[in-house]
Each structure stands twice: as C-alpha cells, then as structure tokens.
C-alpha cells in the first residue's frame, strides 16, 4: 500500500541520506522509477505537478502509483508536488495519495502561514504529511515561471517561527537551486542551510536539483537534506531517446518499441539519481 512520507523521511534523517522524489508523468516514467528503486533496493517517492495530475487525472495517475506500492516491496509514497489549491489536495487525499507539498511561497509571510496551515489541518485527519516551501526558487515549475531575480532565500529565524505555526512534516528550503535548466552551475549557500537545520528539527527538502553537481547535492544530504526532488533531469533523456527513435525510425508504430529505450535511458539516470542520496539499499 502507499505511504506517507513522514516515516520515510524521520528514517532518512536518522540515517543521513535522502529519499529521491521523481517527478513523473505518465504510466511509463511511472513504471521506470519504481522499477530502479526496487532494483536498487531504495525508498522512493513519486511525485506529480498540478499540470500532471490534470494530465493523466488524478484517480488514474494515484491508482498507477497505488498498483505499484502494491506490487513491490519498497516503501512507495505517492506526492503531491507544488500544488497551490486546496480543493485539488482534499481531492487527491480522498483518492488515496498520503503526502502533498502546498506551495504558498510567492505569498507574503502571513497568507503563507494561513493557506499551509489550513491543509495541515485537514490532512493531518487523514495522517496525510505536508510539506511547505519558505522562499523562492527562479526558474520554471509545471506552467509557473518565475525568474531568478525573483529568487528570495529562506531566511532561518522565519523557518522556525513558520514550522511552529504552521505544523508541517517537512520544509522546502530555497538555499540556491532553480527549477528548470540551469544558466550556469548553481552554487548552494551551505551555511545558510546548517543555520536552517540549527533552529529547524523537521525533514528539510532540496528542490531544483537536477543539473546540481552531485558532490553539492551530497553535501547538502550530509548537513541535513532528507528529500531531493529531480524532475529535468530525468525528463531530458527519455525525451530526446523518444524522438531518436521516432525520427530514426518512422514507420514504426508499437509504443513498446518506442519507449522501451526512452525507459532504458531514464532508469539508468533514476538509479544514478538514488546512488547519489544514498537511499540504496534502505528499503
């Protein structure tokens, strides 16, 4: 059956290392990053946008998941990720998904606080954990696009103060990751981070970590990262292998034959990915 987060996340915690988040949107990017988690013996949390859910529909995309919790035996969460309305969350809880991320960061301190507040309390019912994000990441998520001037960095004594009152499991931090493809290398203010982990004792999120160099990622797990989302990176391949065998061959019309490479390629990078968070061998 599927999990909450919560356990797997106070788990990693403990153990210092990450769970992989995969952003996946469809039964075959589904189906990739499960099987490299059970391959590789890992905890792994499936996640979808707003836009996937719309997508694939929200009783379709959590039952595959669902399928696959069944199926295996790994810890498999199903997450919600950066979604912004509260109706969609209730939706998706009634429907069996234990975990969703609530994305009120581009409000003001206050109207973040009340909105997260609100679906803590709600899913809390339904010991169903929530995420936050405090600060801004730039870049591009699902259909929002901020740029990175807008970036704001989580600021550590409202990180405490914002966990208190708003209850949540586990916490995005905006320490110098973007959403997207990145422009030029990103550089991860680490101090900021260890003073976040100072004052805050919840699971801490990396969001926009494809593209990160994996000794930084490793860094960040080592001074408190718990769950690090990958989407781009994880995106790319499988789509750029689609289109070489669509283009290479033409006549061909079995999708087996078609995404079946596009697959190989994306579960390679995944099982890379879950080397690089040390979740190996954790399941």
Not at 84 to 111: L, P, R, V, Y
Not at 117 to 127: G, I, L, N, P, S
Not at 224 to 238: D, H, Q, R, S, Y
Request: hydrophobic letters at 40%.
């Amino acid at each position: 059956m599927l999990v909450s987060t919560r356990q797997l996340l106070l788990d990693a915690q403990k153990g210092k290392y990450a769970v992989p988040a995969f952003n996946v949107h469809n039964m075959e990017t589904i189906q990739t990053v499960v099987e490299a988690a059970v391959e590789l013996r890992s905890p792994i949390i499936v996640a979808a946008t707003p836009g996937t859910m719309k997508y694939a529909g929200p009783e379709f995309f959590i039952k595959l998941v669902e399928i696959c919790a069944n199926k295996y035996d790994i810890p498999i969460a199903m997450h919600l990720d950066h979604h912004e309305s509260f109706d969609e969350i209730k939706n998706a809880i009634q429907i069996g998904t234990k975990s969703a991320m609530i994305d009120a960061s581009h409000f003001d301190f206050e109207e973040n606080v009340r909105r997260v507040k609100e679906v803590v309390d709600y899913a809390h019912r339904y010991d169903v954990t929530v995420e936050g994000e405090l600060g801004v990441l730039g870049g591009q998520e699902d259909d929002l696009i901020r740029d990175s001037k807008d970036s704001k960095y989580t600021n550590p004594a409202q990180a405490k103060e914002y966990v208190e009152r708003t209850g949540i499991d586990s916490l995005a931090v905006a320490i110098g990751t973007a959403h997207g493809v990145y422009k030029e290398e990103p550089k991860l203010d680490f101090e900021r981070l260890a003073e976040i982990r100072a004052v805050v004792d919840i699971p801490l999120v990396l969001h926009g970590a494809s593209g990160v160099p994996a000794d930084q990622v490793k860094k960040a797990i080592e001074l408190g990262i718990t769950k690090v989302n990958i989407a781009t990176e994880l995106k790319m391949p499988f789509a750029a292998k689609l289109r070489e065998v669509l283009v290479s061959k033409p006549e061909e019309s079995d999708p087996r034959k078609y995404f079946g490479p596009a697959k190989e390629v994306m579960k390679k990078v995944a099982m890379e990915k879950i080397l690089m968070c040390g979740s190996n061998g954790k399941a």
